[in-house]
């Protein structure tokens, strides 16, 4: 005869924690999107993130710093061409320059935050490449240091 009531399942075994998973390469897959991150520089974290659409494609590559996992450069892309482009240019954890392009692969828009408040500060607009309009958006970057191009040389 075999018992009948005493294959209980053990209440432990329903409850081992939430899954987290652990790991230096690990991808999670979402229906329609998915998601991996890449330890690119063997840091122990990831360093690169990147997201996928529903057609396998690349949609935005993150790149992460290893020691704080921020991102220091962002680039979305759509129909297998880059869109967007955002950076950390002074390594201070905050993106400060944000680009757009066109289908050509040419600047159409950048955004700057040049006092790293996190706020866009000038505003520049580009037709085929050529820069024909800039919009000061910080009136305090009017008082004094206006000029500055960020990326020009020093004189
Ligand atoms: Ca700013």
Same mark, same amino acid.
Request: aromatic letters at 6%.
């Given at each position: 005869?075999v @018992?009948?009531?005493?294959r209980? @399942?053990? /209440?432990?075994?329903?409850?081992?924690?939430?899954?987290?998973?652990?790991?230096?390469?690990? /991808?999670?897959?979402?229906?329609? !999107?998915?998601e =991996?991150?890449? +330890?690119? *520089?063997?840091?122990g974290?990831?360093? /690169?993130? %990147? =997201?996928?659409?529903? $057609?396998?494609?690349?949609q935005?590559i993150? &790149?992460? #710093? /290893?020691?704080d996992?921020?991102?220091? #450069?962002?680039?979305?892309?759509?129909?297998?061409?880059?869109?967007?482009?955002?950076?950390?240019?002074?390594? +201070?954890?905050?993106? $400060?320059?944000?680009? !757009?392009? +066109?289908? +050509?692969?040419?600047?159409?828009?950048?955004? *700057?935050d040049?006092?790293?408040?996190?706020k866009?500060?000038?505003r520049?607009? %580009?037709?085929?490449?050529?820069? &024909? !309009?800039? *919009?000061?958006i910080? @009136?305090?970057l009017?008082q004094?240091?206006?000029?500055?191009?960020?990326?020009?040389?020093?004189?």
């Amino acid at each position: 005869m075999v @018992p009948m009531g005493n294959r209980m @399942p053990g /209440a432990q075994a329903k409850n081992a924690g939430p899954s987290r998973p652990k790991c230096d390469h690990c /991808a999670s897959f979402i229906p329609g !999107r998915s998601e =991996v991150w890449e +330890d690119r *520089e063997h840091a122990g974290v990831p360093t /690169a993130h %990147f =997201v996928l659409g529903r $057609d396998g494609a690349v949609q935005k590559i993150e &790149v992460l #710093r /290893a020691a704080d996992s921020t991102a220091v #450069r962002v680039f979305e892309y759509a129909g297998g061409h880059l869109v967007s482009e955002a950076q950390d240019t002074n390594g +201070d954890g905050v993106l $400060d320059r944000f680009e !757009r392009f +066109d289908a +050509d692969g040419e600047v159409v828009m950048r955004e *700057e935050d040049l006092n790293g408040d996190g706020k866009i500060d000038v505003r520049s607009f %580009f037709e085929k490449g050529k820069l &024909v !309009r800039r *919009e000061i958006i910080d @009136p305090e970057l009017l008082q004094g240091d206006a000029a500055h191009e960020r990326g020009a040389p020093a004189h």
